[in-house]
C-alpha cells in the first residue's frame, strides 16, 4: 500500500482529544486492509494485530491531537495536515513496517486516545498488555531515537490573606504568591544539573487574584519539568512552605523516564536507521509522552521513535514528506525483525 496514502488517509479524519473515534476507526480499516487482526477497545483506543505468542513487540502510537482543523492535502511528495507529525506519522510507518516484517510472536499497533490530555488509552492498556519490548510513537526525524523524556509536576497553590492598603508597608497577598514562586524557582536552581536535561526548570502558568470585601486569595499554577534520577515525590518534598504556607494541590503527577543507549530496543532502532543509511541521532526531550508512564509500569526495554520534526508539534505548519515516511517504514521494519528474532527477554506471562 502506498505510504502517502496511509497517511493521508489517517491525518484527514480530524482527532483532537475527546473526538478520536472517526479516526479510529479509519486506523482499524487500514489495519485490515494490510493484514492486520484488528479493533476498538473498551476505552476507545485501535489496536492492530499481526503474529501471535512471543515475544509480544507493541507499538504504542496515539490518534489524538491538539485542537485546530488544518486544510489535508497532499502535494509534491509531503503530506499536510493536523497530526501528520503528532502523531500519526508514526502510526502509519508502524502499521506498514508491522505488515512487512517477519518472524516470531506478534506485532501489536496501539492508536491510543487521550495523550494530549490525560493519557487515558495508555493507562487503561497498562494492566491489560504484557509487552515484552515497547516503542512509543512520537517525531524523533526518522533518524533520532528519543531514550529520555523529564517528568512533569503541575501544582496549584492558594494563597489567602487579608486587603490591605496598596500604600502600606505590609505584603499583599500576591506579594507572597510571587516571593513564593522565587524561592520555588532557588529550590529548582539547587538541584540544577550539568545539561538543560538534567535541570529542574519551572514555568508560571497563572497568577489570579479574587479580592472579596477584606479577603484576598491568591491561585498560583506552575507547572515544573523534572530531570531522570529524581522523582515527582522528591520534588514535593523540596517545595518551600513560606512565604505564605499555601495550600498545595497536584494537577499532574508524571514521572521521568530514561533508558541506556545500549537498551535492547533502542539497539534494534539504531541498527535500523544504519540500515536506512542514517547516522543516528539520540535525543532526550522536555516533554512527556506515554513512555512516561507505561515503561515504568511494564519494566520492559523501550524508546520512542517516528518521522517528523517535533519542532512541528502543536503548529499550524505540520507536514511530513513521504520520502522521510519511506524511510522510517525501513527502519522499523528492521528493528521489527530484530526484536521478534529473540533479542528482547520475554515478559512474564
Not at 531515537?145 to 487579608?162: D, M, N, P, S
Not at 508524571?254 to 535500523?272: H, N, W, Y
Request: net charge positive; glycine share 12%.
Amino acid at each position: 500500500m502506498d505510504e502517502g496514502a496511509v497517511l493521508a488517509r489517517l491525518v484527514g479524519r480530524y482527532s483532537p482529544s475527546g473526538r478520536e473515534a472517526p479516526a479510529v476507526a479509519e486506523f482499524v480499516r487500514l489495519a485490515r486492509e494490510l493484514g492486520y487482526a484488528a479493533r476498538v477497545d473498551p476505552a476507545g483506543n485501535g489496536l492492530a494485530r499481526r503474529g501471535a505468542g512471543r515475544p509480544r513487540v507493541v507499538f504504542l502510537g496515539h490518534i489524538d491531537t491538539v485542537d485546530g482543523e488544518r486544510p489535508v492535502r497532499r502535494e509534491r511528495g509531503r503530506v499536510h495536515g493536523r497530526g501528520a507529525v503528532d502523531a500519526k506519522g508514526p502510526i502509519a510507518a508502524a502499521l506498514l513496517a508491522g505488515a512487512r516484517s517477519h518472524g516470531p510472536g506478534e506485532i501489536v499497533v496501539v492508536a491510543a486516545v487521550g495523550e494530549e490530555t490525560d493519557s487515558r488509552g495508555a493507562r487503561y492498556l497498562i494492566p491489560r498488555l504484557r509487552p515484552d519490548a515497547v516503542i512509543a510513537g512520537e517525531p524523533s526525524g526518522w533518524d533520532g531515537v528519543t531514550i529520555g523524556y523529564k517528568g512533569e509536576l503541575q501544582i496549584e497553590a492558594e494563597f489567602r490573606g487579608h486587603r490591605t492598603h496598596y500604600a502600606s508597608p505590609w505584603p499583599t497577598a500576591t506579594d507572597v504568591a510571587v516571593a513564593w514562586i522565587g524561592a520555588v524557582r532557588t529550590v529548582a536552581g539547587g538541584l540544577g544539573g550539568e545539561s538543560p536535561f538534567r535541570t529542574l526548570s519551572v514555568k508560571a502558568l497563572a497568577v489570579e487574584t479574587r479580592r472579596r470585601a477584606g479577603a484576598e486569595a491568591v491561585r498560583v499554577v506552575l507547572d515544573l519539568r523534572i530531570p531522570p534520577g529524581r522523582s515527582t515525590a522528591d520534588v514535593l518534598r523540596c517545595l518551600p512552605r513560606e512565604p505564605g504556607r499555601p495550600r498545595l494541590t497536584t494537577v499532574v503527577r508524571i514521572e521521568p523516564f530514561e533508558c541506556s543507549r545500549t537498551d535492547p530496543v533502542a539497539v534494534a532502532v539504531l541498527a535500523g536507521i544504519r540500515a536506512a543509511g542514517g547516522r543516528p541521532t539520540l535525543w532526550r526531550k522536555s516533554g512527556t509522552s506515554d513512555l512516561n508512564l507505561v515503561g515504568p509500569a511494564w519494566n520492559v526495554p523501550g524508546v520512542a521513535y517516528g518521522p517528523g520534526d517535533a519542532r512541528l508539534d502543536h503548529t499550524d505548519r505540520e507536514v511530513l514528506s513521504e520520502a522521510e515516511l519511506r524511510r522510517s517504514v525501513r527502519v522499523l521494519v528492521v528493528a521489527f525483525d530484530a526484536l521478534r528474532g529473540g533479542r528482547v527477554r520475554p515478559a512474564v506471562p
